[in-house]
């Protein structure tokens, strides 16, 4: 069973740093392109950045220059650091990934996967 484990979020002052972790684990035979969502109650799911296999990386324009987002291919974990947080950041992030795998008697499938989610709180 595939599972997304998302760590490292929790209040920080505005100006500050965090840096999210998000790791895949169970049966995987490959990741496809990693993502970082957040979202705010009653607003709609808001794609923050993204990064495919090869390491191409895309931002939300509100994030450019602040976020940067990477990923550990052997270690199947994506991150998020955050840098230069504001108040509007504050928010539940989650990671999605595009998971690959084999299940006994069946080709190749690729599914997303999502993490449970990890409170950010920037303070002004």
């Known amino acids: 069973q595939v599972q997304l484990v998302e760590s490292g979020g929790g209040t920080v002052q505005a100006g500050g740093s965090l840096r999210l972790s998000c790791a895949a684990s169970?049966?995987?035979?490959?990741?496809?392109?990693m993502q970082w969502y957040r979202q705010v109650p009653g607003k709609q799911r808001e794609l923050v950045a993204s990064?495919?296999?090869?390491?191409?990386?895309n931002y939300a324009d509100s994030v450019k220059g602040r976020f940067t987002i990477s990923r550990d291919n052997a270690k199947n974990t994506v991150y998020l650091q955050m840098n230069s947080l504001k108040p509007e950041d504050t928010s539940v992030y989650y990671c999605?990934?595009?998971?690959?795998?084999?299940?006994?008697?069946?080709?190749?499938?690729?599914?997303?996967?999502w993490g449970q989610g990890t409170q950010v709180t920037v303070s002004s």
């Open positions: 169970g049966s995987i035979s490959g990741i496809d392109d």
């Open positions: 990064i495919t296999n090869s390491g191409r990386t």
């Open positions: 999605a990934a595009e998971i690959i795998t084999r299940p006994y008697g069946r080709g190749y499938i690729q599914e997303d996967y």
